[in-house]
T-cell receptor, first 115, second 114 residues
């Protein structure tokens, strides 16, 4: 079955430290991969995406993600976390199925950055 | 552009009542999505339209839910009759329509069915 996994419900990081939010997927074919962020009482906002090309993708607010085809992963990273990065992060995968293209979202990972 | 617009932002209703959620996508976007978000089930795709035509409604939970897109600038999600388990945040998103393009989410409608 096609799926997206975010293995951590929550990630805690001290401000200034690097952060990683993990995402793995299981889909057929070559997927398009996305990261979205959701702040309290807001809709999801696009952070970055991988379609093709360089495996390291840079996005908004200093975030980046690395596509690893052999490990079917697309982990979100930031070298130095800010308190304002605290939010809910969603990984999404867009893939082709029998009915056309479909986007699957992970369950989300809540990031807490402590001052 | 104002982004994706949803109304109302909050809705409180009693079980059995009809609820209509509204969405105005970003002008020029060809695809529109309705999602439901709850603590228990996370983010679920309910239905999506491409050029006003429903493409995949496999996520619509049951016949009480219906969605329409009469034109490129407006869509509704209706629940009739509503039940307490429908309480959730409902998001509308639109996309330019090309593969690989980003979805742009509205602020959501927080629905509480008593």
């Amino acid at each position: 079955a096609q799926s997206v996994a975010q293995p951590e419900d929550q990630v805690n990081v001290a401000e200034g430290n690097p952060l990683t939010v993990k995402c793995t997927y299981s889909v057929s074919g070559n997927p398009y991969l996305f990261w979205y962020v959701q702040y309290p009482n807001r809709g999801l906002q696009f952070l970055l995406k991988y379609i093709t090309g360089d495996n390291l993708v840079k996005g908004s607010y200093g975030f980046e993600a690395e596509f690893n085809k052999s490990q079917t992963s697309f982990h979100l990273k930031k070298p130095s976390a800010l308190v304002s990065d605290s939010a809910l992060y969603f990984c999404a995968v867009r893939h082709r199925n029998t009915g056309g293209f479909k986007t699957i979202f992970g369950a989300g990972t809540r990031l807490f950055v402590k001052a | 552009d104002a982004g994706v617009i949803q109304s109302p932002r909050h809705e409180v209703t009693e079980m059995g009542q009809e609820v209509t959620l509204r969405c105005k996508p970003i002008s020029g976007h060809n695809s529109l999505f309705w999602y439901r978000q709850t603590m228990m089930r996370g983010l679920e795709l309910l239905i999506y339209f491409n050029n006003n035509v429903p493409i995949d409604d496999s996520g619509m939970p049951e016949d009480r839910f219906s969605a329409k897109m009469p034109n490129a600038s407006f869509s509704t999600l209706k629940i009739q009759p509503s039940e307490p388990r429908d309480s959730a945040v409902y998001f509308c998103a639109s996309r330019p329509g090309q593969d690989g393009e980003t979805q742009y989410f509205g602020p959501g409608t927080r629905l509480l069915v008593l």
